[in-house]
């Protein structure tokens, strides 16, 4: 049963290019969050999807940045025309519930952006 | 003002001495959890909270809703325990909010 998986690792780009982050949930999970962590910050939430609908993006920079959950393959987490601001470590997580006491995330290992 | 600030930011120990770590918040939660992170590494949940205290293997997670404050405690510190540990809260909706972190530093 495998975790949480982010692809790529590592992934650098140059100004102006566009970055695809990828995360495929946990077996079971429904409910996916991502979270960016800037160099020497804390985790920032960015945005909250369920299969085929954003529940909450109140997280996500206003322009170049994009995410989605379709019905079929891993959530994409998209920056169009990086910038070196954007450079982060940006983290995936599942949840099988929204609600409820046994609610309870599993993280990625996390998709390293370097924006050279 | 964070919303969820940790004590203390930094925190050096020697093998086998007990470690607390702080974490306070400012409004009433749903739930509470904590997070360890290696350097360059991925972040994995330890616990989640919503009332009273739990205990895995050397850690141990206790919370105060009325006085909104959550400690973490490692017995018997190890070298092996040295990462960063996350404080996070989830208040009515549905995302994190996170403090800044406690790097700890256990020395043999």
């Known amino acids: 049963n495998a975790g949480v998986m982010q692809n790529p690792r590592h992934l650098v780009r140059r100004r102006g290019q566009e970055a695809r982050l990828r995360c495929s949930p946990m077996k079971g999970h429904s409910h996916v969050y991502w979270y960016r962590q800037l160099p020497e910050e804390g985790l920032k939430f960015m945005v909250y999807?369920?299969?085929?609908?954003?529940?909450?993006e109140s997280g996500m920079p206003k322009e170049r940045f994009s995410a989605e959950f379709p019905k079929e393959g891993p959530s994409i987490l998209r920056i169009q025309q990086v910038v070196r601001g954007d450079s982060a470590a940006y983290f995936c997580?599942?949840?099988?519930?929204?609600?409820?006491?046994?609610?309870?995330?599993?993280f990625g290992s996390g998709t390293r952006l370097t924006v050279v | 003002k964070n919303e969820v600030e940790q004590s203390p930011q930094n925190l050096t120990a020697q093998e086998g001495e007990f470690i607390t770590i702080n974490c306070s918040y400012s409004?009433?939660?749903?739930?509470l959890h904590w997070l360890q992170q290696h350097p360059g590494g991925g972040i994995v949940s330890l616990f989640m909270?919503?009332?009273g205290k739990k205990k895995h293997g050397r850690l141990i997670a206790t919370i105060n809703i009325q006085e909104k404050h959550s400690s973490l405690h490692i017995t018997a510190s190890h070298p092996r325990d040295s990462a960063v540990y996350i404080c996070?809260?989830?208040?009515?909706?549905?995302?994190?909010?996170f403090g800044t972190g406690t790097r700890l530093q256990v020395f043999p």
């Open positions: 909270l919503s009332s």
């Open positions: 996070a809260v989830r208040y009515n909706t549905d995302k994190l909010i």
């Open positions: 997580a599942s949840s099988p519930y929204s609600q409820g006491p046994n609610y309870g995330y599993t």
């Open positions: 999807l369920q299969k085929e609908n954003i529940i909450d």
């Open positions: 409004v009433g939660i749903s739930a």
